[in-house]
C-alpha cells in the first residue's frame, strides 16, 4: 500500500468507525523499516496497549486510531509529510535552528490576537492589508502563526507577496521542513544580493531581479541573461516578467530572443513586453500585419478583414493558429489575438481616431467581439491611460473594470481621488453612494488606502445616508454591507474611530429615519366591518415591517457587525504599531 493510501485508509477509519473498517495492518506492529511518520503512528497505537490504567482488553480501537490521528496531525503541522523517507533506523540528524530573527513580534497583546483572528478566520480580503501594515512597522508574524499564515499562502499565490516578508526567519526556516511551504524558503534578509541570486528562493531572486532593474535596469537584465540556461521553464517565466520594470528598448534583443524560448508561457510574456515598446521589431511586424487588413470602403469608413487563412509567421511572434476547443470562428481567433498583441496606440495612428471613437467604430464591423476583446487584452498589459476614461464609463462591464487599477496607479493621488470624488459627488443621492464605495474598493489595489480628505467625506457623507431623517439609498442590502466593510478597510486611519461610532453610538431617536406612509383610517362602521379590521391591522403590519427594515443598517447584522469591530480595532492597532515603529 502507497504511503498516500495508507493516510487515506486511516481517515477512513477514523471516519466511519475503526470497529466497521479496520485500521491498515501496517500500523498496528513497530518497523523500523517504514517511515519515521508511519513509525510514529505505530507507537501511538501500541501506547495506548501499554499504559497500565488501560489494560489492553478494556482499550477500545477507536481510541487508538484518535491518538494516532492526533499524532500524525502534529507531525504535518511541524513540518513532516506522510509517507516521507526517513527511517528511524538512521540516527537522524537535527534541522539547524533559525537564525537570529531581525524583527520583532507585535507587542501589543489586542495587536497579536486580531492578527491571529484574521489569520484563522478572516476576512480574507484583510489579510494582505495586515501583513502589510505589519512590514511597514518593520514587524514580523508571532511564531505561534507561522503555520497558519504559511497554509494561507499555500492556498493564495496572491497573498505571498505580503506574507513573505513578515515571517522572519523562523517563518522561512519553517518553510523548509515541508516541501507544501516551499515557495517561503529562503535565505536570510541579510544576505548580500549575489548569495540571494544563487541560493534564495525563486521569490527572493525575482524580487531582487525587480529591485535591480528599478536602480540598474542593465545589471539585472545581464545577470537574467546569464542564469537563463541554469533556470528552469518556471523560474524562467518568473524572471522575465520582472523585466516589466525599467523596461526599454535595450531590452529588445533579449525579448526577441526569448520568442524562441521552449517554454509557451516564456515566449507569451516576451510578446507580451515588446508589445509595451511600440518601435519594436515585434510591433512594427504586428502592426504591419494589421495594417494590411484594413481598407477604406466606397465612404471613405475603415473597414477590418482578416484573412481567411494562417500565417506561418504570426506563430513566433504569440499568435496560436490552432483554435482552441472551446473558441469557434478562425478568423475571429486570429483577428483577437493579433490585436492583444499589438501597441494599442496603433489603432489611434491608423485610423485617427480617440479610444471611444474606436469603440464605437468597432459596433458597426462585423468583427467587434474580436477587436474588443483583443484590445482589452492589449490594455491588460499596456496601461495606456488614453484608454482610461473609456473603461471608466464601462461600468457593467467587470473586464474592464479589472483594468483599471494599474491604469489609476499610474495618477498621482491627487488625480486619482479627484476622480472618484467627482463620482462620489455626482451619485450621492439615492444608492448613489453604496455604489461610488463599492466601485472605488473594486478599483483599488489590495493594500491600497484612501487619503484623510476623500476619508473624511465619506464618512460625513455616511453619516447623513444612514443617521438622517430619512435614508438615503437602500442599507438593508449585501451592496451596503459590501460598502461599509469596504470603507472598513480603505479609509484613513484618522477617521476610523469616528466611522466606527456609527454602529458603537446609538443615533439619537430625532435623527433616525422616519416613516413617510401614510397610517390606513381605521374605518370600520358597515356590513363588512370584519372584513375591514382585518384589512387594516395586515395594512399595519406591513407598515410597521417596512419601518423596521428602514431602520434596519449593515451593522444590526451580527455577522457583519463582527467584521466591522475585528477591521476597525485591527487596523487601529497596526496604526499604532507603525507609528511606534523606528523606522516609521
Same mark, same amino acid.
Given at each position: 500500500?502507497?504511503?498516500?493510501?495508507?493516510?487515506?485508509?486511516?481517515?477512513?477509519?477514523?471516519?466511519?468507525?475503526?470497529?466497521?473498517?479496520?485500521?491498515?495492518?501496517?500500523?498496528?506492529?513497530?518497523?523500523?523499516?517504514?517511515?519515521?511518520?508511519?513509525?510514529?503512528?505505530?507507537?501511538?497505537?501500541?501506547?495506548?496497549?501499554?499504559?497500565?490504567?488501560?489494560?489492553?482488553?478494556?482499550?477500545?480501537?477507536?481510541?487508538?486510531?484518535?491518538?494516532?490521528?492526533?499524532?500524525?496531525?502534529?507531525?504535518?503541522?511541524?513540518?513532516?509529510?506522510?509517507?516521507?523517507?526517513?527511517?528511524?533506523?538512521?540516527?537522524?540528524?537535527?534541522?539547524?535552528?533559525?537564525?537570529?530573527?531581525?524583527?520583532?513580534?507585535?507587542?501589543?497583546?489586542?495587536?497579536?490576537?486580531?492578527?491571529?483572528?484574521?489569520?484563522?478566520?478572516?476576512?480574507?480580503?484583510?489579510?494582505?492589508?495586515?501583513?502589510?501594515?505589519?512590514?511597514?512597522?518593520?514587524?514580523?508574524?508571532?511564531?505561534?502563526?507561522?503555520?497558519?499564515?504559511?497554509?494561507?499562502?499555500?492556498?493564495?499565490?496572491? /497573498?505571498? $507577496?505580503? &506574507? !513573505?516578508?513578515?515571517?522572519?526567519?523562523?517563518? %522561512?526556516?519553517? #518553510? *523548509? =521542513?515541508?516541501?507544501?511551504?516551499?515557495?517561503?524558503?529562503?535565505?536570510?534578509?541579510?544576505?548580500?544580493?549575489?548569495?540571494?541570486?544563487?541560493?534564495?528562493?525563486?521569490?527572493?531572486?525575482?524580487?531582487?531581479?525587480?529591485?535591480?532593474?528599478?536602480?540598474?535596469?542593465?545589471?539585472?537584465?545581464?545577470?537574467?541573461?546569464?542564469?537563463?540556461?541554469?533556470?528552469?521553464?518556471?523560474?524562467?517565466?518568473?524572471?522575465?516578467?520582472?523585466?516589466?520594470?525599467?523596461?526599454?528598448?535595450?531590452?529588445?534583443? /533579449?525579448? $526577441?530572443? &526569448? !520568442?524562441?524560448?521552449?517554454?509557451?508561457?516564456? %515566449?507569451?510574456? #516576451? *510578446? =507580451?513586453?515588446?508589445?509595451?515598446?511600440?518601435?519594436?521589431?515585434?510591433?512594427?511586424?504586428?502592426?504591419?500585419?494589421?495594417?494590411?487588413?484594413?481598407?477604406?470602403?466606397?465612404?471613405?469608413?475603415?473597414?477590418?478583414?482578416?484573412?481567411?487563412?494562417?500565417?506561418?509567421?504570426?506563430?513566433?511572434?504569440?499568435?496560436?493558429?490552432?483554435?482552441?476547443?472551446?473558441?469557434?470562428?478562425?478568423?475571429?481567433?486570429?483577428?483577437?489575438?493579433?490585436?492583444?498583441?499589438?501597441?494599442?496606440?496603433?489603432?489611434?495612428?491608423?485610423?485617427?481616431?480617440?479610444?471611444?471613437?474606436?469603440?464605437?467604430?468597432?459596433?458597426?464591423?462585423?468583427?467587434?467581439?474580436?477587436?474588443?476583446?483583443?484590445?482589452?487584452?492589449?490594455?491588460?498589459?499596456?496601461?495606456?491611460?488614453?484608454?482610461?476614461?473609456?473603461?471608466?464609463?464601462?461600468?457593467?462591464?467587470?473586464?474592464?473594470?479589472?483594468?483599471?487599477?494599474?491604469?489609476?496607479?499610474?495618477?498621482?493621488?491627487?488625480?486619482?481621488?479627484?476622480?472618484?470624488?467627482?463620482?462620489?459627488?455626482?451619485?450621492?443621492?439615492?444608492?448613489?453612494?453604496?455604489?461610488?464605495?463599492?466601485?472605488?474598493?473594486?478599483?483599488?489595489?489590495?493594500?491600497?488606502?484612501?487619503?484623510?480628505?476623500?476619508?473624511?467625506?465619506?464618512?460625513?457623507?455616511?453619516?447623513?445616508?444612514?443617521?438622517?431623517?430619512?435614508?438615503?439609498?437602500?442599507?438593508?442590502?449585501?451592496?451596503?454591507?459590501?460598502?461599509?466593510?469596504?470603507?472598513?478597510?480603505?479609509?484613513?486611519?484618522?477617521?476610523?474611530?469616528?466611522?466606527?461610532?456609527?454602529?458603537?453610538?446609538?443615533?439619537?431617536?430625532?435623527?433616525?429615519?422616519?416613516?413617510?406612509?401614510?397610517?390606513?383610517?381605521?374605518?370600520?362602521?358597515?356590513?363588512?366591518?370584519?372584513?375591514?379590521?382585518?384589512?387594516?391591522?395586515?395594512?399595519?403590519?406591513?407598515?410597521?415591517?417596512?419601518?423596521?427594515?428602514?431602520?434596519?443598517?449593515?451593522?444590526?447584522?451580527?455577522?457583519?457587525?463582527?467584521?466591522?469591530?475585528?477591521?476597525?480595532?485591527?487596523?487601529?492597532?497596526?496604526?499604532?504599531?507603525?507609528?511606534?515603529?523606528?523606522?516609521?
Amino acid at each position: 500500500m502507497s504511503q498516500a493510501n495508507l493516510w487515506a485508509a486511516l481517515q477512513q477509519s477514523a471516519l466511519v468507525g475503526a470497529d466497521r473498517l479496520a485500521v491498515p495492518a501496517i500500523l498496528t506492529t513497530p518497523d523500523v523499516t517504514t517511515p519515521a511518520t508511519v513509525q510514529a503512528v505505530q507507537i501511538a497505537l501500541q501506547m495506548a496497549l501499554q499504559q497500565p490504567a488501560a489494560p489492553a482488553a478494556k482499550v477500545s480501537t477507536a481510541a487508538q486510531v484518535l491518538r494516532a490521528s492526533a499524532v500524525a496531525s502534529v507531525l504535518e503541522r511541524a513540518g513532516w509529510v506522510p509517507g516521507s523517507q526517513v527511517q528511524l533506523s538512521v540516527a537522524l540528524t537535527a534541522p539547524a535552528q533559525p537564525v537570529q530573527e531581525l524583527r520583532v513580534a507585535p507587542v501589543d497583546e489586542q495587536l497579536t490576537a486580531l492578527v491571529e483572528a484574521v489569520v484563522a478566520d478572516g476576512p480574507q480580503d484583510l489579510l494582505a492589508l495586515s501583513f502589510a501594515e505589519l512590514d511597514k512597522a518593520g514587524l514580523r508574524l508571532p511564531h505561534g502563526l507561522l503555520v497558519a499564515a504559511l497554509n494561507q499562502g499555500r492556498q493564495s499565490t496572491e /497573498l505571498r $507577496e505580503w &506574507l !513573505l516578508p513578515v515571517l522572519g526567519e523562523r517563518g %522561512r526556516w519553517l #518553510a *523548509a =521542513q515541508n516541501p507544501q511551504w516551499a515557495y517561503a524558503t529562503g535565505v536570510q534578509e541579510t544576505a548580500d544580493p549575489e548569495q540571494i541570486w544563487q541560493e534564495g528562493s525563486i521569490a527572493q531572486r525575482v524580487s531582487l531581479l525587480e529591485s535591480e532593474r528599478e536602480s540598474d535596469p542593465a545589471k539585472a537584465r545581464v545577470r537574467l541573461e546569464a542564469s537563463l540556461k541554469e533556470l528552469n521553464a518556471k523560474e524562467r517565466a518568473l524572471m522575465v516578467q520582472a523585466l516589466d520594470k525599467g523596461l526599454s528598448m535595450d531590452d529588445e534583443p /533579449l525579448l $526577441e530572443k &526569448l !520568442l524562441a524560448d521552449r517554454s509557451k508561457e516564456v %515566449r507569451e510574456n #516576451a *510578446a =507580451q513586453l515588446l508589445t509595451r515598446l511600440p518601435v519594436s521589431a515585434h510591433s512594427q511586424r504586428m502592426a504591419a500585419w494589421l495594417q494590411a487588413m484594413l481598407s477604406c470602403d466606397d465612404k471613405g469608413d475603415w473597414q477590418i478583414e482578416p484573412p481567411t487563412e494562417g500565417n506561418k509567421d504570426w506563430e513566433r511572434d504569440g499568435v496560436t493558429l490552432q483554435l482552441p476547443a472551446y473558441v469557434k470562428g478562425e478568423r475571429s481567433w486570429w483577428l483577437q489575438q493579433l490585436v492583444a498583441l499589438t501597441p494599442v496606440e496603433f489603432w489611434q495612428q491608423a485610423l485617427d481616431k480617440s479610444p471611444e471613437q474606436l469603440w464605437e467604430w468597432s459596433r458597426r464591423s462585423d468583427w467587434k467581439t474580436a477587436l474588443r476583446q483583443g484590445w482589452l487584452r492589449a490594455l491588460d498589459t499596456q496601461h495606456d491611460l488614453r484608454w482610461l476614461p473609456l473603461l471608466q464609463s464601462m461600468e457593467s462591464d467587470s473586464r474592464a473594470q479589472a483594468l483599471l487599477p494599474p491604469l489609476l496607479v499610474q495618477l498621482s493621488t491627487e488625480q486619482r481621488e479627484a476622480l472618484w470624488m467627482e463620482r462620489l459627488q455626482r451619485k450621492q443621492g439615492q444608492s448613489g453612494l453604496i455604489d461610488s464605495i463599492n466601485n472605488i474598493d473594486d478599483t483599488m489595489g489590495p493594500v491600497a488606502l484612501l487619503s484623510q480628505g476623500i476619508s473624511q467625506w465619506i464618512v460625513d457623507a455616511l453619516y447623513l445616508a444612514t443617521r438622517g431623517k430619512q435614508a438615503q439609498g437602500n442599507w438593508h442590502s449585501w451592496q451596503a454591507d459590501r460598502a461599509v466593510l469596504a470603507c472598513a478597510k480603505r479609509l484613513d486611519a484618522s477617521v476610523l474611530s469616528r466611522f466606527a461610532d456609527l454602529w458603537r453610538i446609538p443615533a439619537p431617536e430625532d435623527e433616525l429615519p422616519a416613516a413617510n406612509e401614510t397610517e390606513p383610517k381605521e374605518s370600520v362602521q358597515g356590513p363588512n366591518a370584519e372584513a375591514n379590521a382585518e384589512t387594516i391591522a395586515r395594512l399595519k403590519a406591513e407598515q410597521a415591517a417596512r419601518r423596521a427594515r428602514a431602520r434596519l443598517r449593515p451593522w444590526d447584522d451580527e455577522r457583519v457587525l463582527e467584521q466591522l469591530n475585528r477591521t476597525v480595532d485591527l487596523r487601529l492597532a497596526l496604526h499604532a504599531a507603525t507609528l511606534a515603529s523606528p523606522s516609521y
